[in-house]
């Protein structure tokens, strides 16, 4: 017996040396709580969010995020499994931490100036020959982690990634998400151009699921939205959400790999490797709409500049303050005439050159076509000319077949050909690989996000601006490359069957995180939506060249003229008013000194009241309000009244229709 209990001892005192606690302690009557090795708490400064980072005694790592008192992120898992090293077996080998405060100005944005604030814990663990940081944020409007991986000995190479073990546990929720499903049935090309569908947290088995993701815990006014940052740069394939088969019906999702593509060689990873921010902005739909968190977390980085840069003129190192990125409202006739006319009839877009300039727009698009068969003087004439009546002109190119599928040399190439003859700026299109012949180009493989950078960098050297189309999801990088001023990756307007019910969680959703090239008309396509809800999303999403789809002689109408002059391509402030996810949404925007309202709806009648108490209190605005005729919905009945800070007006919104004002500061 004195045997069998020496043994017993032995036993339990070595695992006690492996957890890193003494004898003693292990030792005595009580049994011992392995749980928990270590744990660091970051609480926003505000206190109102919290995230708890945990190390069991095996070494493995997990958090919990919290709002007040309501749990938004269950025990979720963190870390990434290599070959070349075993992260479960880590030690701790440094803890620091530190407050993020600054601000920046936007040249295109929600809001003018960002203000950035966060406590942050970065603890550093070692493997064998790797160390693993994490990076942990809290934020007053959510969190964002993510990781580093760095040799032990400085130097680096290539690693082989089997897996990052990232999870958001979600507590008991309803989602607002966009499952992967490919483009064409039976494809695997991926544009994040689908609805957002309502979902429940424990009904996701067999669903791949595309970020930003929404959820609203159960019994509470508390949203938190899922996404990703800082990819572009970063090495890293794009990321989804997925639960794993031993947790299927949880609502504990993992990021996983773009299902998108073949991902050749996708998990050899260059070290010292950082890797995109993992976060949820976090709170009401106030706060989740009106949250930068997505480009914050750049905090005061400097804008992209060449590795040559300090051997540079003093004109040359002049372009990357970027003082030439202009936002503009932009005249597009691809979608109103693509049967009718080519692209390359000019005296078409002449026409819109015509509209571009009465307007005081700052852009055209000539889109794919233009340059079949090209009489490369007509079209360099054209451009002058558009230019000499500050028209700017964007034009369309295949991010793939138009550049030898990712070969830079033939980039540079076209795009110092097209700048010569006074391109502005292009509109990239089919990265999601419907035109791929190399499987390296599928929508977020590495090759495709190294494409990306590339392509910003090239166009910046030119003072050229660029707007994705058939791209992923913004990840923050117009950040650092504000020449990036608009983005696809939305179910917009091409898609000419939309109704109101897709609009309305576009807003909740996708226009959260980025640039949204919704390409908005005036008269609706179907009875899915009206003329009112269509003007409202002229206002209502953000980009910095947002192009007006509609036949030009919609815009001179008399009672919608003034409107479509002043709509705003800069957001120099935006607020959330109110709404609900399926049904409605209404938010105001602030350009200069002038603000509009828009109001969307979807499904059912809707009364909503407007407290005007945004505006300047000593200022009396001039109203101009644009609400549905009842008799069609293809027309909108204007109003004219004052409105001052003090007022309220409640607005009745059909089915699929909405509502547009503009306020102008009378005196």
């Known amino acids: 017996m004195k045997k069998v209990l020496t043994i017993l001892a032995g036993i339990t005192c070595a695992g006690c040396l492996l957890g890193g606690v003494t004898l003693m302690t292990a030792c005595n009557n009580s049994a011992p709580d392995y749980s928990d090795k270590e744990k660091w708490t970051v609480a926003s400064p505000d206190g109102t969010v919290k995230s708890e980072i945990t190390m069991d005694y095996a070494g493995k790592l997990s958090y919990t995020v919290k709002k007040g008192d309501l749990t938004v992120v269950e025990k979720s898992a963190l870390g990434f499994t290599i070959e070349e090293d075993d992260f479960r077996l880590l030690t701790v080998e440094d803890t620091k931490t530190q407050r993020v405060q600054g601000e920046y100005d936007n040249i295109s944005g929600k809001h003018e100036k960002v ?56 507590p008991e929720s309803t989602l ?20 957002y569908e309502r979902l429940k947290y424990n009904e996701l088995a067999d669903i791949c699921i595309s970020m930003p993701v929404l959820y609203q815990v159960k019994g509470s006014e508390t949203y938190s939205l899922i996404t990703e940052s800082g990819l572009i740069g970063s090495g890293f394939y794009g990321s989804f959400l997925q639960e794993t088969e031993e947790n299927e019906g949880t609502g504990k999702l993992q990021t996983v790999p773009t299902p998108a593509g073949f991902m050749i060689d996708d998990n050899r990873i260059n070290y010292p490797f950082t890797s995109p921010w993992r976060m949820g902005i976090t709170g009401d739909l106030a706060t989740v709409v009106e949250s930068e968190l997505v480009e914050k977390v750049y905090d005061d980085a400097e804008y992209w500049k060449p590795d ?17 990125v202009e936002t503009g409202v932009t005249a597009w006739n691809w979608l109103i005439h693509l049967n009718e006319f080519a692209q390359n ?40 000319n558009a230019n000499s009546r500050g028209v700017k002109i964007i034009v369309w190119c295949n991010a793939l077949t138009d550049f030898g599928y990712g070969r830079k040399e033939i980039l540079t190439q076209k795009l110092d050909q097209w700048s010569s003859w006074g391109v502005s700026g292009i509109k990239i299109d089919f990265f999601d690989g419907q035109n791929a012949e190399n499987p390296k180009f599928y929508g977020e493989d590495t090759g495709t996000i190294s494409w990306y950078e590339t392509i910003y960098q090239e166009c910046a050297k030119r003072k050229m601006i660029v707007n994705c189309h058939g791209s992923n999801k913004p990840t923050g990088e117009r950040r650092i490359y504000p020449n990036v001023v608009n983005r696809e990756g939305v179910l917009g307007n091409e898609n000419t069957g939309i109704d109101a019910s897709v609009t309305v969680n576009q807003l909740f959703t996708r226009a959260v995180v980025g640039p949204t090239d919704f390409t908005p008309v005036v008269n609706p396509f179907s009875e899915g939506m009206t003329m009112a809800h269509n003007m409202a999303l002229a206002i209502l999403f953000e980009c910095g060249t947002p192009s007006m789809a509609d036949y030009d002689n919609t815009y001179y109408k008399t009672e919608i003229k003034d409107f479509f002059k002043a709509i705003p391509a800069r957001h120099d402030d935006t607020k959330f008013l109110c709404g609900e996810l ?45 609400i549905n005729d009842l008799t069609d919905y293809k027309k909108v009945t204007k109003i004219n009244i004052d409105i001052t800070s003090e007022d309220e007006q409640i607005f009745d919104m059909v089915v699929n229709g909405g509502f547009a004002i503009r306020l102008t500061p009378k005196g």
């Open 115 to 170: 203000a950035f604030d966060c406590n942050e814990t970065v603890v550093t663990f070692r493997g064998w020959d790797f160390y693993l940081d994490l990076t942990m944020r809290a934020y007053d409007d959510g969190y964002a982690f993510r990781y580093g991986i760095r040799a032990v000995d400085g130097s680096s190479g290539t690693m082989t990634v089997i897996s990052e073990d990232t999870e958001f546990a979600l």
């Open 176 to 195: 607002w998400a966009m499952p992967y499903k490919g483009i064409y049935d039976g494809t695997n090309f991926y544009a994040y151009e689908a609805n």
């Open 345 to 384: 009839n000019y005296d078409l877009h002449k026409r819109y050159v015509d509209l571009a300039e009465e307007m005081g727009w700052k852009y055209l698009i000539v889109d794919g076509g233009w340059n079949n068969g090209l009489n490369v003087e007509g079209f360099i004439d054209f451009v002058k």
């Open 308 to 324: 040559n840069y300090d051997t540079l003129s003093a004109e040359d190192k002049a372009i990357y303050t970027y003082d030439w």
């Open 582 to 626: 399926d049904s409605h949404y209404v938010g105001a925007v602030r350009s200069g000194e002038n603000w509009f309202v828009g109001g969307v709806n979807a499904g059912w009648e809707n009364t909503v009241k407007i407290d005007f108490s945004f505006l300047d209190s000593d200022k009396t605005y001039a109203a101009e309000i644009f």
